[in-house]
């Protein structure tokens, strides 16, 4: 089972870009959803979270308004949405798979986004 994370990159402040996470050997109807970053040289932060239900999301405070989450269970993937882009949105983006059945958790590799002119 794996998460594979795609679309980073480089990126002009006020930008645009959007990430996507493709899930294999599980099925992602039945885990939360969310993406984390690292900042260079911070700790990993929650970006934002879905619910298996794709009902229910969640953001955090420095993205709340420009970053949008969405789920799409029968292609088994997550996005991220993120727009007006700010240099401190600088990091590596991670997707990750929480099941809501068990203890089964699954991390991607990770995505660079760097917000720079």
């Known amino acids: 089972a794996q998460l594979v994370e795609s679309g980073g990159g480089l990126v002009q402040p006020g930008g645009s870009l959007r990430l996507s996470c493709a899930a294999s050997g599980f099925a992602v109807s039945y885990y939360t959803l969310s993406w984390y970053r690292q900042p260079p040289g911070k700790e990993r932060e929650l970006v934002a979270a879905v619910d298996s239900t794709g009902r229910i999301k969640k953001y955090g405070d420095s993205v709340q308004g420009r970053f949008t989450i969405s789920r799409d269970n029968n292609k088994n993937t997550i996005s991220l949405q993120m727009n007006s882009l700010k240099p401190e949105d600088t990091a590596v983006y991670y997707c990750?798979?929480?099941?809501?059945?068990?203890?089964?958790?699954?991390w991607g590799q990770g995505t660079l986004v760097t917000v720079s002119s």
């Open positions: 990750k798979g929480s099941s809501r059945y068990s203890d089964n958790e699954y």
